[in-house]
């Protein structure tokens, strides 16, 4: 059992994917805190010193090995759908959800986060349009389900994301269901 979220940086895939966790009980992990801890340092240093390919390669080996291993909640990166086989594996391994957020959206979040390499740029948003119109059809096509993340609260896309897991013939009472019940 596997629900893996992914989207845009700074679209809440981790906040939701841990409370996500926490509601149904699941163990949760992000597949970027699995990466780092195999690399022993941050991301941002690897893929400064070794580049984006190099990256990518780990990236696809943690999420081929995740998806087929990890029973829970998964997060990942926002770069994870740009190779066609990570794509390939978290649609058939798990339930993909995509927190779909403007690049409006993002900027709002991100712009105080001076972690994210992404936006040590000149036009932070014009970077945050070109992901986005690059990535959008990537996770569409990963996804079995997206959410716009434009909703007012957490707990109310959190509510809505269950329900339709739910719908989907997904167990999110962690419990077995018996139709012979009265």
Do not use: W
């Amino acid at each position: 059992m596997l629900i893996i979220f992914v989207g845009l940086p700074g679209s809440g895939k981790t906040t939701i994917g841990r409370q996500m966790g926490r509601r149904l009980g699941l163990p949760f992990l992000d597949s970027d805190t699995v990466i780092e801890q195999r690399l022993g340092c941050s991301i941002r240093e690897f893929f400064d010193r070794e580049g984006e390919e190099r990256f990518r390669d780990i990236e696809q080996n943690v999420i081929d090995d995740l998806s087929k291993h990890h029973h829970g909640v998964l997060s990942t990166g926002g770069g994870a759908v740009l190779r066609p086989l990570n794509r390939q594996h978290l649609h058939a391994r798990g339930k993909v959800v995509y927190l779909r957020s403007t690049p409006e959206e993002v900027f709002r979040r991100l712009r105080h986060d001076v972690q994210r390499p992404l936006l040590q740029v000149k036009d932070p948003q014009e970077k945050l349009r070109d992901l986005f119109s690059v990535r959008d059809p990537l996770y569409r096509e990963t996804a079995h389900h997206v959410f716009d993340t434009g909703r007012p609260s957490i707990s109310k896309l959190l509510n809505a994301i269950i329900a339709e897991l739910s719908l989907d013939g997904f167990d999110t009472h962690n419990s077995h269901h018996h139709s012979s019940r009265p």
